[in-house]
């Protein structure tokens, strides 16, 4: 129904983005999407039909087609496909768009905006009239970067400490105490805790949490492991029980429920943490 499709960023931007991918159907589709739990800001470009948000209750149909999505952290976040669907997805790195944009992601979270509301006019404009030239969605893509690479001139530069933390985090697949990260990073947790929020839009202990549910996906994804409890284990759970909990209170389906669903597309997205052997 849906395929999706991985690009290599440019290797500029390796700093900033996470990756690319395309998000197709071949035919018009009604589809309501259930989003995984996210630490990262998107980009969005949707090339045929826009798809319409639901964020709980609220509903939003957005009328222009570059949008910015931010940190999800809400497990009742869906999207609706009414149509036939193009559309390129740029994942940010955790502190990426902080530093491209000079806005943080605190001010997206659990939300859908209008990139063009962040950009001077007339390079919302510039933008804008190049992607409605460019006549591939490869083409777009590589117009896309290029924006972005003339924003990467303008970038603030990283914060260390958050960086350092990132890094740690990521290394440890989520399992890691802000008391090990402030030990480590040699910062006070308020400190850290403020800056954090700041450049990535979410706490540390947040997204360490992110983290280890992505870990745990990549897990079921390439079914390396026979059952939850080995899961659990290797995800660094205290005990089963504490893993099926925190599991469907980040993303509203049990772990059966999860990989059984056809309501969402995570194990197509997100396979980046674990590689099949």
Do not use: W
């Not at 129904?1 to 900033?16: A, Q, R, S, V």
């Not at 700041?198 to 540390?204: A, D, R, S, Y």
């Not at 059984?260 to 197509?268: K, P, R, T, V």
């Amino acid at each position: 129904m849906i395929t999706i499709e991985i690009h290599n960023p440019n290797p500029l931007l390796l700093k900033y983005i996470r990756k690319i991918s395309v998000f197709r159907s071949k035919k018009p589709i009604t589809y309501r999407q259930k989003l995984t739990p996210s630490a990262f800001t998107c980009i969005s470009y949707n090339q045929r039909d826009i798809p319409v948000s639901i964020f709980g209750k609220r509903r939003v149909h957005p009328e222009r087609r570059l949008q910015i999505a931010g940190p999800k952290i809400n497990e009742h976040i869906y999207v609706q496909y009414n149509g036939t669907l193009e559309q390129i997805l740029i994942e940010c790195t955790a502190s990426g768009f902080y530093y491209l944009f000079h806005v943080s992601p605190s001010l997206f979270i659990n939300s859908l905006y209008c990139l063009d509301d962040i950009l001077l006019p007339t390079e919302s404009e510039t933008l804008n009239e190049m992607l409605q030239h460019s006549n591939t969605l490869k083409r777009k893509i590589e117009t896309l970067e290029k924006f972005l690479l003339k924003r990467s001139s303008n970038a603030l530069l990283p914060c260390d400490y958050v960086e350092y933390s990132l890094r740690l985090i990521e290394e440890a697949k989520g399992n890691i105490t802000i008391k090990e990260l402030t030990d480590k990073v040699l910062i006070s947790e308020r400190q850290l805790d403020r800056r954090f929020r700041e450049i990535v839009g979410i706490t540390p202990k947040k997204f360490a949490r992110i983290i280890q549910l992505h870990f745990v996906i990549n897990l079921m994804y390439i079914k390396k492991y026979n059952t939850f409890q080995d899961i659990a284990y290797f995800a660094s759970y205290y005990d089963l029980a504490h893993f099926y909990h925190k599991f469907k209170e980040s993303t509203g389906f049990s772990p059966v429920e999860f990989i059984n669903s056809d309501e969402h597309l995570a194990f197509q997205y997100f396979t980046d943490l674990v590689k099949r052997k």
